[in-house]
């Protein structure tokens, strides 16, 4: 069986999910559950801080089903990012998942592109690593980084296909080939991706998992779309590993040329 496995823990499911932007919380629950996602990231800030739209979301989903994958979103500073992850560890162990770890790092200081800050995130990742965190660092889709991340000790990187929410797609396709290529490492696709097509796309470059939340939560139809990305990632991740036929310049005939009627 085709497993994705980050620091020692091993999912069936290659598309990640998250929790914001949805209309109510039962249509949040059965686009996930639809999504055949094990994995789904909360913002710690938000649910402390009880944010609108955010009340309840520890108890929103059964966390004996999936795996909370905390998120330092909000945070400007290193050292911001840090203390919410502390938080995110001791929230995950409140829902009972007492040998959690995982942090999904995000350090963002652009209110307007909300582009991930490499020297916050490298210095976060760098602290987190040392106190025992499996970090998961979103960034920018820069192969260098993503090279000294995996040198520090990340479990995963994960490159931005395009803007956080903004649908655009598969913007960074040349420079997420290359981390993928580099990587020992679990490359995860996140951010930008809007339609099924982009998330078969991604995973057909050879990313070993996607995250996927605005694209699902704010279609017209969530459920439907949470079905369709995670039919997607696995059709995706099927073709690459069945292997594409080259490009050619020119025509193939499918039909033998052999044996023909004349």
């Given at each position: 069986?085709?497993?994705?496995?980050?620091?020692?823990?091993?999912?069936?499911?290659?598309?990640?999910?998250?929790?914001?932007?949805?209309?109510?919380?039962e249509t949040m629950r059965q686009a996930i559950a639809a999504s055949g996602s094990e994995i789904v990231t909360?913002?710690?800030?938000?649910?402390q801080a009880s944010v609108q739209g955010h009340e309840g979301l520890g108890e929103a989903l059964d966390w004996?089903?999936?795996?909370?994958?905390?998120?330092?979103?909000?945070?400007?500073?290193?050292?911001?990012?840090?203390?919410?992850?502390?938080?995110?560890?001791?929230?995950?162990?409140?829902?009972?998942?007492?040998?959690?770890?995982?942090?999904?790092?995000?350090?963002?200081?652009?209110?307007?592109?909300?582009?991930?800050?490499?020297?916050?995130?490298?210095?976060?990742?760098?602290?987190?690593?040392?106190?025992?965190?499996?970090?998961?660092?979103?960034?920018?889709?820069?192969?260098?980084?993503?090279?000294?991340?995996?040198?520090?000790?990340?479990?995963?990187?994960?490159?931005?296909?395009?803007?956080?929410?903004?649908?655009?797609?598969?913007?960074?396709?040349?420079?997420?080939?290359?981390?993928?290529?580099?990587?020992?490492?679990?490359?995860?696709?996140?951010?930008?991706?809007?339609?099924?097509?982009?998330?078969?796309?991604?995973?057909?470059?050879?990313?070993?998992?996607?995250?996927?939340?605005?694209?699902?939560?704010?279609?017209?139809?969530?459920?439907?779309?949470?079905?369709?990305?995670?039919?997607?990632?696995?059709?995706?991740?099927?073709?690459?590993?069945?292997?594409?036929?080259?490009?050619?310049?020119?025509?193939?005939?499918?039909?033998?040329?052999?044996?023909?009627?004349?």
């Amino acid at each position: 069986m085709d497993i994705l496995e980050i620091a020692g823990k091993k999912f069936n499911s290659r598309l990640m999910t998250g929790t914001g932007k949805y209309a109510d919380f039962e249509t949040m629950r059965q686009a996930i559950a639809a999504s055949g996602s094990e994995i789904v990231t909360v913002a710690v800030r938000r649910v402390q801080a009880s944010v609108q739209g955010h009340e309840g979301l520890g108890e929103a989903l059964d966390w004996q089903r999936y795996w909370l994958l905390p998120n330092t979103a909000g945070c400007a500073t290193a050292d911001e990012a840090v203390r919410v992850a502390r938080l995110g560890r001791e929230m995950a162990k409140i829902l009972g998942q007492e040998d959690n770890n995982f942090i999904k790092l995000e350090v963002i200081p652009d209110p307007k592109y909300l582009l991930p800050d490499p020297i916050g995130t490298y210095r976060a990742a760098e602290q987190l690593v040392k106190e025992g965190f499996a970090v998961l660092p979103y960034i920018n889709a820069d192969p260098m980084l993503a090279r000294a991340l995996e040198e520090v000790g990340c479990v995963t990187v994960m490159p931005l296909a395009s803007p956080i929410g903004s649908g655009q797609g598969l913007k960074n396709t040349a420079n997420i080939a290359i981390i993928i290529e580099q990587a020992k490492i679990p490359v995860v696709v996140d951010a930008g991706i809007g339609v099924p097509s982009e998330a078969a796309h991604a995973m057909e470059l050879g990313a070993d998992a996607l995250l996927i939340n605005t694209a699902i939560a704010q279609a017209h139809d969530p459920v439907t779309m949470g079905k369709a990305m995670g039919m997607a990632t696995l059709a995706g991740r099927m073709a690459y590993l069945a292997g594409r036929i080259p490009v050619k310049d020119y025509a193939s005939a499918s039909s033998p040329t052999t044996g023909k009627i004349t």
